[in-house]
Nanobody
């Protein structure tokens, strides 16, 4: 099974910025389309952003557009999510996900095969 290990996140004040990252086995990310989801108490797991296997195209949930940036470095098998202008509503556990393939047009958790362990992001008022 492919293991994805996450890091980053933490606590920031509203309006601040934060980054989460996800590292996997060497020579895998270039064949995986990947995505970020988040899990917030009281809400269903929701799609945040997705990226094509080669990093050439990205897609964002409405709440993330213009504030969050998904990127990947396939040579380092690392996926990133940079978040800016954070609000308390962004608080939650952020999870990276991967699926074999090229296309990024998958926004359901069931579309993804491999998952990271989750990283807590907390935004204070």
């Amino acid at each position: 099974q492919v293991q994805l290990v996450q890091s980053g996140g933490g606590l920031v004040q509203a309006g601040g910025s934060l980054r989460v990252s996800c590292v996997g086995p060497a020579n895998t990310f270039d064949v995986y389309a990947m995505a970020w989801f988040r899990q917030t108490p009281g809400k269903e797991r929701e799609f945040v952003a997705a990226i094509r296997s080669d990093g050439g195209s990205t897609y964002y949930a409405h709440f993330a557009e213009g504030r969050f940036t998904i990127s990947k470095d396939n040579t380092k098998s690392t996926l990133y999510l940079e978040m800016t202008n954070l609000t308390p509503e962004d608080t939650g556990v952020y999870l990276c996900a991967a699926r074999p393939g090229v296309a990024l047009g998958k926004t359901r958790p069931s579309d993804y095969r491999y998952w990271g362990q989750g990283t807590q992001v907390t935004v204070s008022s």
